[in-house]
């Protein structure tokens, strides 16, 4: 988590992304670990491309899905050092409303994603399972 995340994208995702011609596709940052109950070296985050059903996934890649279900989500229009403060607020947001269910959270990034070069400003969904 932190730093590293934006490092990882801009390094390996994103270099792999183009060399299987998956850009202009939506794609997510899945965090598999709860950053608050597991120690930092231990949290685990996935980046993601949508593909089509019967795409041929190579490896190292392999094929997830996220779970169906319902979603809080929240805009979120920044730099990569604002995350973590934008995630915190928006998941006591909704713990404070009594709405979290256990689940899978991710970023969302739209197919035209795109970062600032000068500001490095971007915009992702954060989403957050809710009970039904």
């Known amino acids: ?3 590293g995340i934006g490092e990882f994208w801009k390094e390996v995702f994103t270099p792999w992304q183009k060399a299987f011609g998956l850009q202009g ?3 997510y940052g899945v965090a598999q670990d ?3 109950t597991t120690p930092a070296n231990e949290c685990r985050y996935d980046a993601c491309a949508e593909v089509a059903a019967d795409y041929a996934v190579a490896g190292p890649a392999k094929e997830a899905t996220l779970p169906a279900g319902r979603y809080a989500v929240a805009g979120f229009n920044g730099t990569a050092e604002q995350m973590p403060a ?3 607020e928006f998941f006591a947001q909704i713990q404070a409303e009594g709405k979290f269910a256990p689940g899978l959270c991710f970023e969302r ?3 035209d ?3 600032d070069a000068q500001t490095g400003v971007f915009s992702a969904d954060l989403c957050i399972p809710v009970r039904q």
């Open 1 to 3: 988590f932190g730093t």
């Open 25 to 27: 596709r939506v794609t």
């Open 34 to 36: 709860d950053p608050l």
């Open 86 to 88: 934008a995630w915190g």
């Open 109 to 111: 990034y739209p197919a």
């Open 113 to 115: 994603y795109a970062m």
